[in-house]
T-cell receptor, first 115, second 115 residues
Framework: GENVEQHPSTLSVQEGDSAVIKCTYS??????FPWYKQELGKRPQLIID?????GEKKDQRIAVTLNKTAKHFSLHITETQPEDSAVYFC??????????????FGSGTRLSIRP | NAGVMQNPRHLVRRRGQEARLRCSPM?????VYWYRQLPEEGLKFMVY????????ESGMPKERFSAEFPKEGPSILRIQQVVRGDSAAYFC?????????????FGPGTRLTVL
């Protein structure tokens, strides 16, 4: 079945440094790749997403890259701040009016920002 | 603009009892998804529903679990004869549709504890 692998499972970076989280997916028909941030005890919240017709997308300190050939996508956070500490989930999905509209999540990366 | 609502936020049940979890999607959203999150783990897809229809239940355990999304009222995830292994956070998400322009927005979750 479909699978999304996410690495690393934990990541600690110095405040101000960059953080990179990588994911690979198995379903070559996937065309939608959202990233969610989940703070302790709270709901997952969408922070950025990318669709298969683009290779890169940026939103302030956050960027995502997508390599469809390699079935690989990454989240980049620059100039990290303490409030970036959270668990980050990548996901992959196919969208359309069919039963394939579910999103498969990676296992999460616990990001800690050291002061 | 109320977001996705879930209740109760916390639910305690003894083994063998029934648990009923409710999810009210965002206004204008007709697609509901249920996910289970075990402690320190990622989000696992359970079921995808539209009004009065189960579209994809491939992630639902074969026994004891059921879901519905009636014409009127919230979506309900029902767990019969709960066991300790059912203890988890259950999140629902909703989207306006299932096309590439639709994003899933998560509710705050219901944390089920089985004693």
């Amino acid at each position: 079945g479909e699978n999304v692998e996410q690495h690393p499972s934990t990541l600690s970076v110095q405040e101000g440094d960059s953080a990179v989280i990588k994911c690979t997916y198995s379903d070559s028909a996937s065309n939608y790749f959202p990233w969610y941030k989940q703070e302790l005890g709270k709901r997952p919240q969408l922070i950025i997403d990318i669709r298969s017709n683009v290779g890169e997308k940026k939103d302030q300190r956050i960027a995502v890259t997508l390599n469809k050939t390699a079935k690989h996508f990454s989240l980049h956070i620059t100039e990290t701040q303490p409030e970036d500490s959270a668990v980050y989930f990548c996901a992959a999905g196919r969208e359309g009016y069919s039963s394939a509209s579910k999103i498969i999540f990676g296992s999460g990366t616990r990001l800690s920002i050291r002061p | 603009n109320a977001g996705v609502m879930q209740n109760p936020r916390h639910l305690v049940r003894r083994r063998g009892q029934e648990a009923r979890l409710r999810c009210s999607p965002m206004k204008g959203h007709s697609h509901v998804y249920w996910y289970r999150q075990l402690p320190e783990e990622g989000l696992k897809f359970m079921v995808y529903l539209q009004k009065e229809n189960i579209i994809d239940e491939s992630g639902m355990p074969k026994e004891r679990f059921s879901a519905e999304f009636p014409k009127e009222g919230p979506s309900i995830l029902r767990i019969q004869q709960v066991v300790r292994g059912d203890s988890a956070a259950y999140f629902c998400a909703s989207s306006q549709g299932a096309t590439s322009t639709d994003t899933q927005y998560f509710g705050p979750g219901t944390r089920l504890t089985v004693l």
